[in-house]
């Protein structure tokens, strides 16, 4: 497939002290790929995601973003840090901010918007994720399927070139899976390039372009859905698919 990298991440190496977390990660994603990163607890997947966007310093290598190598620090960051969108499983929305305040308040910081141009674009975005008639609440008055949704809008916002989604909808009552997937699935239809660590395998079934498996800091597997779901090539993925399937 000849696709142009958005996301490029090559021979990283990530200590925590001792502990090796990410292995030699080489990793592309095109414009408009969605990748859903799977593995057992502990092998690396938020670490990858975070250095994705240096919430995480990394060691060595070199991740490169819509090809520019991503800045250490300073407006350079805050800004490409703004062209990858984050939903994190806990949701992260801002306690003492309305749901509105919190998908406009990044537009004016970093992007710059006037508050009511923010303003209207957060109310379409919020439209678009089906929490409307919440804009006026806060988090804590919304359920976290809402809240996720809310978290979303706020990281769309921001124009991201892509998004990168950790668990989530692991935090999630079971009947608020469906409706988080839901707005997931139709941004992958739309076109928006993702990386999405999740433990749901029907999302990463109808909806990956690549599945990426991780164990201990290294990637295992890099394959297309129905290759990996009907036949892992690697122990482990076999192990780990056996578990949770
Ligand atoms: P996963 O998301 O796949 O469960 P993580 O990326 O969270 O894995 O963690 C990978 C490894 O790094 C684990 O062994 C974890 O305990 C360790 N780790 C994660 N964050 C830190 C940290 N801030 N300090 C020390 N060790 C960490
Ligand atoms: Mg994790």
Redesign the pocket.
């Known amino acids: 497939m000849a696709v142009e990298p958005l996301i490029e991440l090559r021979s990283v190496n990530k200590y ?1 002290g001792d ?1 090796h ?1 990410l292995r030699d990660i080489d990793l592309t994603v095109g414009r408009g790929e969605v990748v859903v990163v799977i ?1 057992p ?7 990858l995601c975070r250095a994705v966007n240096r919430l995480e310093p990394v060691q060595s290598g070199t991740i490169v973003l819509d090809g520019q190598p991503l800045p250490d620090e300073g407006k350079a960051l805050a800004r490409l840090r703004a062209d990858v969108g984050m939903v994190f499983q806990s949701f992260n929305l801002f306690a003492h901010k309305t749901v509105l305040q919190n998908v406009s308040l990044g537009q004016v910081k970093v992007r710059g918007r006037r508050k009511e141009d923010a303003d209207r674009r957060s109310r379409a975005l919020l439209d678009r994720v089906g929490v409307a008639d919440q804009a006026d609440k806060y988090p804590a008055q919304l359920s976290g399927g809402q809240q996720q949704r809310v978290a979303i809008a706020r990281a769309l916002a921001m124009d991201p070139k892509a998004m990168l989604f950790d668990e989530p909808t692991s935090a999630l009552d079971p009947e608020m899976i469906n409706e988080v997937l839901e707005v997931m699935r139709q941004l992958a239809a739309e076109g928006m390039t993702m990386v999405v660590v999740t433990h749901e395998m029907g999302f990463a079934r109808s909806a990956a372009h690549r599945v990426v498996f ?1 164990a201990d800091g290294r990637i295992v597997e890099d394959r297309a859905p129905d290759e990996f779901f009907g036949n892992p090539s690697s122990d482990r993925a076999r192990d780990f698919l056996s578990k949770i399937l």
């Open positions: 925590f502990l977390v593995g607890s502990g092998s690396g997947k938020s670490t991780m």
